[in-house]
């Protein structure tokens, strides 16, 4: 896990002597936006399974199909191509 403290962030400061912007490292950048990314995941989930419980746990009934048939219209897909 990576740990935001003041020893690691170095803040830009404008023409005006205030904050612009802040410079921090590539890990914690790449650290920011993976728990970005988790948490639109966990949203997308959770809407999924709202669906999917709205219509009594069917997930054709919701509008998902399943993986193996996914699969053969991707594969569909890319013999076209």
């Known amino acids: 896990m990576v740990t935001l403290t003041e020893k690691n962030v170095q803040f830009v400061i404008?023409?005006?002597?205030?904050p612009?912007?802040?410079?921090?490292?590539?890990k914690t950048w790449e650290a920011i936006v993976e728990a970005?990314?988790?948490?639109?995941?966990?949203?997308?989930?959770?809407?999924a399974l709202a669906e999917?419980?709205?219509?009594?746990?069917?997930?054709?009934?919701a509008g998902y199909i399943p993986w193996s048939k996914?699969?053969?219209?991707l594969?569909?897909?890319d013999a076209k191509k």
């Open 14 to 18: 404008g023409r005006t002597g205030k």
């Open 20 to 26: 612009t912007g802040v410079l921090i490292p590539l």
């Open 36 to 47: 970005l990314e988790d948490a639109e995941d966990i949203e997308t989930a959770r809407k």
């Open 52 to 61: 999917v419980d709205a219509v009594g746990g069917n997930l054709e009934k």
């Open 70 to 73: 996914a699969r053969a219209e």
């Open 75 to 77: 594969e569909k897909q």
